[in-house]
């Protein structure tokens, strides 16, 4: 049993002793005079009033004094509470003040009353971690409050009455003064007919443990609203969830399987409504659910209902039944004990919570369908399931029930350590049924289970073979058992697993077995199935075995999971001395190597210590030495370290060899006595000494490393890749993935890649495309490489890419836009066609200016290609842009529109003549079309107007002799002309649009 449980059942019991020794100090007493009980706990001091229901009280705290208010003329005994003195409540003070009885209480200033009834006891607790004024003598005089009538007080006598525990630890938060009705005030008696005073009404509604929530959090609301004979609370869920109500102790607890704040303003704007049904409202803490108590008004029914993902909870006065309810039935065959089955579907998360009233612990499950609940309470051996409105509610007795729900039901079954299943698992294995002398019966015992010498092996494997063949078919686990722990004693883990695997095969239910997990948690672990084993061995069933914690030293420390390791430790190390020295000594190494993860360099000093009396393994012998030298290492001695590293790299033992040379080869490196490049080679050759597991994980991060360091991208990305596939969880420990991608994003986003050729950044970025990032930065990163390669003239490498981006990572305006860069390069690629086919097929409704532009003017060049020139015009149409005339000049020119030509040029030259501005080189090449126009066109005073204005900018440079023999007067033949058109063809692309078009691919 946990001590939460043990100390819960020990407040109950105390509650009960308190409440049911009242009575007999009552009769005890004269008639007139009722004895106050009182009990003491850690943080709280309890006062017991045994008193009828019918008295009207209230309860206010001013400061440090406490006041209960008696509507009735009451005399009272404190001669229990003075015998054994409360911490929280001292100092008890009695008064009369018009009929009313009034106690006064010097309390803690931090104190938080509580008050409630349990039968005919009134119960008011003090919550506090603090004390109240000490009690003495002088302050037990009796005050008058009221000038016209005289206080009348009795002495307050010791008496030897022994003062009980409470049982409730929960904190308790204040709460406000309780106000009653005037009624008329009698003398408290033990006689049944003396007259009955009407009980208090409550006005308002007490709203406790709601916390502040933000615009983020997830809230529900609830509206209230009148029903027939009754009150409607809608709960309003954004989403399906389970709902489980029922009634407790004069509260109905409504409870949702999501974690959802509470916003109580319905409640607040309907208290008319509701006053006179419910009377407070607490919410409970919980992580997995929404937990709320409502305190309501005896004699009610509960109706759940459902309109779509809301609740519905009704309080009515008629007598309601759940709509469908659910019926438990007992199954015993094939069942480990006891199991109690409730047949249900669209069962919700399973909830717990413990009642601050009594300190039980409640296993609720909500239910996603409406109305079905339990008709009535069911009470087991092992367990209890409540009466509900709404889902199942078991009250577990003891700490081995387990609950668990399944697609189609609820099973409650009883979980002991030793008998969990129909198989009967004994932890006796030798061949004969001899009690053992050991006093200590271990979880695990190698000794035991090996059955004779290891020499002995195969004689007595045969023998456990032929007792498990004389077995019946059906009952064959017994022996079976035997057999499996015989092989894990003796290091055949895989056989092991496969005769546990044949047991479960035979009995599914010992699954639940918690000696079973423990034994198959060890092979998992010896078979180096890690996750398997600390799933195995983190069985509930196993919390209180020390020796399960041992072994989960040994799974945590490697897992990595280092802290949780010397946890395991400190809990189980208390059963050490049992184990053999072998067993202790592979415990306490790993104690050892997990001291050294955190820097604990004192606790893994004292493990090796400790290990000096043992009789180790010449393994483990060198395993000592070697975290020896580590720790001698960490201390700064690193003489005496070297020497332990290079006496270990040729010990039979290769793993511990390997990592002697590793810890030498990191600490040359690191002293400078090697370069990066000769720790790559010793390193590389490491690999191949001792391979998996976390050391091969550790050399991949640190040849990463090197690798980057000296510039070799390449290498360095492939080893991460490499760790990332061969230990994937490491790998995420290590943060293999995300190194990965930083390094890709220097590469080829921050310029590191332009230390490489264009061939070989190509060939990095295809061999680790899968680290380019998602969104913009992988989109620029996708465009910089191709703008890369087009500078090189690898355009068909450089259209893949932004095929592979068009086709796949971008979408809208910046796909039409990618597009049209892959335009581009297919025209200067020589591939017009495809350029129009992409530009066609990247379409977009609606696109900004700019990128409309670009597009339309990226398809008329490929227009203007394939030598469909009036499609072309036509899709200039409109454009006054400079880039629409240059296009048009092209567009005449290759259709040999001289006219047009002629015009649409001297409209690019413009008058920059005037100024004698030097001409770039389009500018020279539109000069030189122009002149070969007009002289087409046969417009001589054209070409002398020509030369008169850039005559002086054409004597040298592009063009200048062509120019020149245009613009003279000398007349040329049809042959003379031709050349020096072919001339202008020749290198008019390269030098007008190509060239645009490249630089629109450089420098970004």
């Known amino acids: 049993m946990t001590f939460s449980k043990w100390r819960n059942l020990i407040g109950a019991a105390c509650l009960s002793f308190t409440i ?193 929530f933000s615009p983020d959090d997830k809230v529900v609301s609830v509206s209230v609203s009148e029903v027939d004979t009754g009150i409607q609370l809608r709960f309003g869920w954004p989403e399906e969830v389970g709902a489980a109500a029922f009634e407790r102790g004069g509260y109905l607890w409504i409870v949702f399987d999501q974690p959802y704040k509470f916003d109580p303003g319905g409640l607040r704007m309907g208290q008319s409504i509701i006053k006179d049904r419910i009377r407070a409202v607490e919410l409970q803490d919980n992580s997995d659910a929404l937990v709320m108590r409502l305190g309501v008004k005896n004699g009610q029914s509960f109706v759940v209902e459902r309109d779509v993902n809301d609740w519905l909870i009704s309080l009515k006065d008629t007598p309601t039944k759940p709509r469908f309810p659910l019926e438990p039935t007992r199954q015993a065959e094939g069942v480990q004990g006891q199991q109690i089955f409730v047949p249900a579907t669209d069962i919700g998360r399973k909830i717990d919570v413990e009642d601050p009233a009594v300190g039980d612990f409640l296993v609720v499950l909500p239910m996603l369908g409406e109305g079905r609940g339990m008709a009535q309470e069911f009470s087991y051996a092992s367990s209890q399931l409540l009466e509900t409105a709404q889902g199942v509610v078991v009250m577990p007795k003891s700490d081995f029930v387990d609950v668990e729900r399944f697609r189609d039901g609820i099973a409650i079954r009883s979980a002991g350590n030793n008998i969990l299943s129909a198989t009967k698992l004994s932890r006796d294995t030798g061949l004969s049924q001899a009690a053992r002398d050991e006093q200590f019966s271990r979880l695990i015992d190698f000794d035991a289970w090996r059955i004779g010498e290891p020499w002995e092996y195969r004689k007595n494997k045969s023998r456990l073979l032929y007792e498990l063949s004389l077995q019946p078919l059906s009952d064959r686990n017994a022996a079976r058992w035997k057999l499996a722990r015989f092989y894990i004693a003796h290091g055949r883990a895989a056989e092991a697993i496969g005769v546990l695997d044949r047991m479960l095969d035979e009995d599914p239910l010992l699954a639940q077995n918690s000696e079973y997990l423990a034994v198959r948690g060890v092979a998992n672990f010896k078979q180096g199935r890690l996750e398997a084993a600390s799933v195995d061995l983190s069985n509930k069933g196993l919390e209180a075995e020390q020796d399960a914690e041992l072994w989960r030293v040994l799974v945590a420390e490697a897992l990595g999971q280092y802290d949780a390791a010397l946890e395991h430790y400190r809990r189980g190390k208390d059963v050490m001395g049992t184990y053999d020295d072998f067993d202790r000594a592979e415990i306490q190494l790993a104690v050892v190597r997990a001291a050294l993860e955190l820097d604990s360099l004192e606790l893994a000093l004292r493990e090796l210590d400790l290990l000096n009396g043992l009789d180790l393994s010449d393994e483990q012998l060198a395993e000592s030495v070697f975290q020896s030298a580590r720790i001698a290492a960490r201390q700064g001695q690193m003489d005496a370290a070297l020497a332990q590293f290079d006496d270990l790299t040729d010990v039979p033992y290769r793993w511990i060899a390997a990592r002697a040379r590793y810890a030498r080869i990191t600490q040359n490196l690191t ?59 490491l790998a995420r420990d290590r943060q293999m993935i995300s190194r990965s991608a930083s390094m890709f994003r220097e590469l080829f986003l921050e310029g590191k890649a332009d230390v490489l050729t264009p061939i070989s950044a190509i060939s990095l970025y295809y061999k680790f495309r899968d680290l380019t990032p998602l969104g913009a930065e992988g989109d620029l990163m996708i465009r910089r490489l191709a703008d890369r390669l087009v500078s090189v003239d690898l355009l068909d490498r450089a259209a893949e890419l932004l095929e592979y981006q068009v086709r796949v990572r971008t979408e809208g305006a910046g796909r039409a836009l990618i597009a049209a860069n892959l335009a581009k390069i297919y025209i200067l690629n020589r591939q017009p066609t495809k350029a129009l086919e992409i530009m066609r097929a990247t379409r977009e409704p609606r696109l900004p200016e700019d990128i409309d532009a670009t597009r339309r003017h990226v398809e008329t060049r490929a227009l203007i290609e394939l030598s469909r020139y009036e499609e072309a015009e036509v899709l200039l149409e409109g454009d006054r842009s400079r880039e629409a005339d240059q296009l048009k000049a092209d567009i005449y020119w290759s259709s040999k529109a001289w006219s047009k030509a002629s015009a649409t040029i001297r409209q690019l030259l413009g008058d920059g003549w005037r100024r004698n501005e030097a001409l770039d080189p389009l500018e020279r090449l539109n000069l030189i079309r122009l002149t070969i126009a007009l002289t087409f066109m046969e417009d001589r005073a054209g070409l002398i107007e020509m030369r008169r204005r850039y005559g002086s900018q054409m004597r040298a440079g592009d063009f200048a ?17 031709g050349a020096i058109a072919g001339q202008i063809a020749s290198v008019e692309k390269l030098q007008s649009f190509m060239r645009d078009y490249r630089s629109d691919f450089s420098g970004r």
């Open 20 to 212: 049911m020794t009242a009575p007999a100090v009552f009769a005890q007493s004269t008639a007139s005079q009722v004895v106050v009980q009182g009990a003491q706990q850690s943080n709280a001091a309890r006062l017991v009033f045994p008193l009828p229901r019918t008295i009207g009280y209230s309860v206010n705290k001013q400061g440090s004094e406490l006041t209960v208010r008696f509507e009735a003329d009451v005399e009272l005994d404190f001669s229990a509470i003075l015998a054994s003195p409360l911490q929280q409540a001292t100092n008890p003070r009695v008064s009369k003040q018009g009929g009313n009885t009034i106690v006064t209480l010097d309390v803690p200033a931090d104190a938080g009353p509580r008050d409630f009834w349990s039968g005919q006891y009134l119960v008011v607790d003090i919550y506090s971690t603090g004390a109240a004024r000490t009690q003495s003598a002088e302050n037990m005089a009796p005050s008058a409050e009221n000038a016209d009538e005289a206080a009348t007080t009795e002495p307050l006598q010791e008496s030897d009455t022994p003062s009980d525990e409470a049982s409730q630890d929960a904190e308790v938060e204040p709460i406000e003064e309780v106000s009653t009705e005037d009624a008329p005030a009698s003398p408290v008696t033990a006689d049944p007919d003396e007259p009955v005073v009407q009980p208090k009404v409550f006005s308002g509604i007490d709203i406790q443990g709601v916390t502040a």
């Open 671 to 729: 002293n400078g006595d090697i370069t990066k490049e000769q720790a790559i080679d010793q390193l590389e050759r490491l690999r191949f000494a001792w391979r998996g597991a976390r050391f091969e994980a550790q050399l991949l991060d640190d040849l990463a490393d090197l690798y980057f360091d000296t510039e070799q991208y390449e290498l360095g990305l492939e080893v991460l890749r490499q760790g990332v596939s061969y230990f994937p969880e």
């Open 961 to 977: 002799n062509a120019f020149d023999l245009l613009t003279n007067d000398q007349e040329l033949s049809g042959r003379e002309l």
